[in-house]
T-cell receptor, first 111, second 113 residues
Framework: DAKTTQPPSMDCAEGRAANLPCNHS???????VYWYRQIHSQGPQYIIHGLKNNETNEMASLIITEDRKSSTLILPHATLRDTAVYYC????????????FGGGTRVLVKP | NAGVTQTPKFRILKIGQSMTLQCTQD?????MYWYRQDPGMGLKLIYYSVGAGITDKGEVPNGYNVSRSTTEDFPLRLELAAPSQTSVYFCASSSNTLGNEQYFGPGTRLTVT
């Protein structure tokens, strides 16, 4: 599995966009980028995933660079409830995979 | 759908005691997982199952056992609890169509003293 690198923490103002970077320079051609988050004391929550095209859903947008060596998760209008640890995971798209949740980025949304 | 439910929410065990952590999902997912999360750390996979009757070890299986007699249930058994098993335990499920999109339960916070 490709290794990912994320900043350990970042702050964001409520109502503003939060841009969370992730480096995955060793990503293989068949590996997808997945984002999860974990709000304090809760189970992880799936957010979004993508292969090479940008993706958007009701929670967030995912921008993947053309060389696929990095990506950015965008929370368009951060709220206090978005305060969480965000994990970037690179895996082949297959069921039954054992996800590895590394350090992640601790995001604090401030009023 | 209730999604993935776990019981109990909290439990304190004495060293050497045993207990079963319950996990149930109502989404007809064939894949189920047990993870543990120690304070300030990421999740580690304990056991997983690809369907009823099939289980396999994850990264940290020692001290635990699982069974999968139905699609819905995936209990985790702790035998001879040790302080090193103090952790938060999360159950998750997914399906062939979901791939790496795993749905997690709310967790069980276990303390062994």
């Amino acid at each position: 599995d490709a290794k990912t690198t994320q900043p350990p923490s970042m702050d964001c103002a409520e109502g503003r966009a939060a841009n969370l970077p992730c480096n995955h320079s060793t990503i293989s051609g068949n590996e997808y980028v997945y984002w999860y988050r974990q709000i304090h004391s809760q189970g992880p929550q799936y957010i979004i995933h993508g292969l090479k095209n940008n993706e958007t859903n009701e929670m967030a947008s995912l921008i993947i660079t053309e060389d696929r060596k990095s990506s950015t998760l965008i929370l368009p209008h951060a709220t206090l409830r978005d305060t969480a640890v965000y994990y970037c995971i690179v895996r082949v798209k297959a069921a039954g995979n054992k996800l590895t949740f590394g350090g992640g980025t601790r995001v604090l949304v401030k009023p | 759908n209730a999604g993935v439910t776990q019981t109990p929410k909290f439990r304190i065990l004495k060293i050497g005691q045993s207990m079963t952590l319950q996990c149930t999902q109502d989404m007809n997912h064939n894949y189920m997982y047990w993870y543990r999360q120690d304070p300030g750390m990421g999740l580690k996979l304990i056991y997983y199952s690809v369907g009823a009757g099939i289980t396999d070890k994850g990264e940290v299986p020692n001290g635990y056992n699982v069974s999968r007699s139905t699609t819905e249930d995936f209990p985790l058994r702790l035998e001879l609890a040790a302080p090193s098993q103090t952790s938060v335990y999360f159950c998750a499920s997914s399906s062939n169509t979901l791939g790496n999109e795993q749905y997690f339960g709310p967790g069980t916070r276990l303390t062994v003293t």
